[in-house]
């Protein structure tokens, strides 16, 4: 450090410690936030200075006087386990606080009658671009949004995902009807640096603006159920394992860490739950079978 140069604050000590830990963007921003919370709930005492009974009121004061969902704590005790074991070194600190129980929710998973509908529903060519590229490589919105000309593949039928999720590469699906809609896209409105561009010059479309594209199409298609954007990713994987593709291979082509996460879908899929008949109707079927006599 030069003389007469401040040494950084707290707040730019830990985001410089995230940037070269190697987080995304996205998560330093998020965990900036909560740290913020966190240091302004107990200001004027320093976070050196807390101890485990503390952090336990904090995770409480959220969950109880805040209402916050079990998931959105569950990412402020990230942000404050990185402050401290990160760059403070002290994992004690954490280590007998448990984490709040998520609910375990299944995804909602639309069916391809449905899908369909919805892609219809939007005649501007680049909306139902930007939800069949979605669905077609069952991509994160933000991995939409982001994607650039160049990181589509017409040749192998393959999009590129750079730094998706935790920061990894991957290649992904890219069915023959998107890319038909990509390609009359790209004749109407030509190829630039992103694939979809925002309305400010040099910038991509939004996360919100897609997911917004997303809701006008699900009303428009006349489906009541509660999806959303990313139920494109969870109707490309549920797909697949209804069709016999080996879950292995969807968890590459989701970009999964591990496999617990991609294993969710097997409790939606409905295959294997068609054929299984209720008791109830082996029940009927012996009322209606003629007797004997």
């Not at 830990?21 to 320093?46: A, D």
């Not at 600190?93 to 998520?102: E, K, N, V």
């Not at 069916?111 to 909306?127: G, P, V, W, Y």
Request: a positive charge.
């Amino acid at each position: 450090m030069e003389r007469g140069t401040r040494p950084p604050g707290l707040f730019e000590t830990f985001r410089r410690e995230m940037r070269l830990r190697g987080l995304s963007q996205k998560t330093i921003k998020s965990y900036q936030s909560c740290v913020r919370s966190f240091v302004r709930y107990f200001s004027p005492r320093h976070p050196r200075e807390l101890d485990v009974e503390d952090i336990r009121t904090y995770l409480l004061f959220l969950l109880e006087k805040k209402k916050l969902a079990s998931s959105t704590v569950n990412q402020v005790f990230n942000a404050i386990r990185f402050l401290y074991v990160e760059l403070y070194k002290r994992p004690w600190t954490l280590r007998d606080i448990p984490r709040p129980h998520r609910p375990k929710q299944l995804p909602v998973v639309l069916s391809q009658d449905e899908l369909k509908r919805i892609f219809d529903a939007k005649e501007n060519l680049k909306h139902k671009a930007i939800l069949m590229v979605g669905y077609s490589g069952g991509l994160r919105v933000g991995e939409v949004v982001r994607l650039k000309d160049g990181e589509i593949d017409s040749e192998r039928r393959l999009i590129f995902v750079r730094g998706g999720k935790g920061a990894k590469d991957r290649y992904t699906l890219l069915g023959e009807a998107t890319l038909e809609v990509l390609q009359n896209y790209w004749r109407m409105h030509g190829k630039g640096k992103w694939l979809f561009p925002g309305q400010r010059a040099g910038e991509h479309l939004s996360e919100r603006s897609a997911e917004a594209i997303f809701e006008t199409a699900l009303r428009a298609a006349g489906i009541s159920k509660s999806a959303s954007f990313h139920s494109l990713r969870h109707a490309f994987a549920t797909h697949l394992l209804e069709a016999g593709v080996d879950i292995r291979y969807i968890q590459e082509l989701l970009g999964h860490s591990s496999l617990k996460t991609t294993e969710i879908y097997l409790h939606v899929t409905q295959k294997q739950v068609r054929q299984i008949r209720s008791p109830i109707d082996q029940m009927f079927r012996d009322e209606e079978r003629p007797s004997d006599e």
